[in-house]
């Protein structure tokens, strides 16, 4: 599995504004942003994620998987305090 596979799980499962994905191997990150987490905490953000990759971190294809979940204003203030992207 490959970054553009798993972005391709979450775009066609969630439909986020955003979704930046970069690993490879078994280990990856993810970047998502969208409205939608407005009012969630960040377990519950997590588990958005989490939801459409299940069956790939369950075999053990994803093995490691870092989120970070943003709405789009988090996004905006946290790529201007840590140039992101």
Do not use: C
């Not at 066609?12 to 009012?39: R, T």
């Not at 958005?48 to 998987?65: D, F, K, Q, R, V």
């Not at 204003?73 to 140039?83: T, V």
């Amino acid at each position: 599995m490959d970054s553009a596979e798993i972005k391709e799980l979450l775009d066609a499962a969630l439909q986020l504004q955003e979704i930046h994905v970069k690993g490879e191997g078994s280990h990856f990150e993810v970047i998502a942003v969208d409205e939608s987490f407005n009012g969630m905490s960040r377990v519950k953000k997590q588990q958005t994620i989490y939801g459409p990759l299940m069956e790939h971190i369950s075999t053990n294809t994803i093995h490691a998987l870092s989120i970070k979940a943003f709405t789009p204003e988090e996004w905006a203030r946290d790529k201007k305090l840590n140039s992101l992207f």
